[in-house]
C-alpha cells in the first residue's frame, strides 16, 4: 500500500525523499510478511502502524526533548524507530531486537534506503552495557511495563524522557510505578485517522526524577 495517503490523511507533511525511503520500508515488511507472516499486522494498516502512529509521535515528542540520540527497545521489524528517524533528521538511532530475522531485514532496508542515522543491533536489551546514556528511549512493550521501564531507566539520561507506547489504557498500570530512579509524567494521546475511522493510540510518559 501506498504511504501518500495515510500521510495525507493524518496532515504530516515530509520531504519527498524520505517518502520514498518510508515507501521502500512498507513494501519491503509487505513483501516479507506475506512469505513469513512477519507481523500480525494487515497490510492494509501497516503503513499506519509503522510509519504514521511513529511519525505523530516524533511531533508530540518533539515538543518535550530534541534528542541527539534514541535507544528503540525491542524494536521488532523497525517499529517506532525507522519512521521516527524520518522525523529526527538530526539524531542518531539504536534499534536492538533479539530476533536474528527481524534485525537481518531491517539491515537490509536500511542499507538499500540508505538510511545513514539508523544503528541495528541484534541483542536482548538486559545484555547490552549501560554505559551510554540517551535523550530518548521508546518502545512499543517487550513485556510487562513495568519490566520495560527497569531496563529503560538504565540508559536514560538525567534531561531525557522514556516515551512508552500503547494501543491501550490501564491507568493501574502505568501510574503506579515502583522504580524509584523515575516518574510518570503523562499520556499523549495520538489521534490516528485511519480509512474509515479515527482510533486513539497512546504514549506514556516517564522522567528521571532529580537526585
Known sequence: MEIFGPLKSNQIEIDQEDINKLSLYVRKLEKWNGIHALTSVSAREIPYVFVVEPILASMSIS??????????????????????????????????DSSQKKTALLR????????????????RIEDISNEKKFDLIVSRGIGPLE?????????????????IFKAKLDSTEYALIKNSAIYFDGVI???????????????????????
Open 189 to 211: 494521546n495520538l489521534k490516528v485517522m485511519y480509512p474509515s475511522k479515527e482510533v486513539s493510540r497512546y504514549l506514556l510518559i516517564y522522567r528521571v526524577k532529580n537526585s
Open 108 to 123: 537490509q532496508i536500511v542499507q538499500e534506503a540508505k538510511m545513514e542515522r539508523i544503528e541495528i543491533l541484534t541483542s
Open 63 to 96: 515538543k518535550l526533548v530534541t534528542p541527539e540520540n534514541c535507544l528503540d527497545m525491542g524494536t521488532g521489524f523497525g517499529n517506532p524507530g525507522v519512521a521516527m528517524s524520518m522525523y529526527f533528521k538530526r539524531t542518531d538511532f539504536l534499534l536492538v
Open 147 to 163: 519490566r520495560t521501564l527497569d531496563y529503560a531507566a538504565e540508559f536514560v539520561k538525567d534531561n531525557g524522557i522514556i516515551a
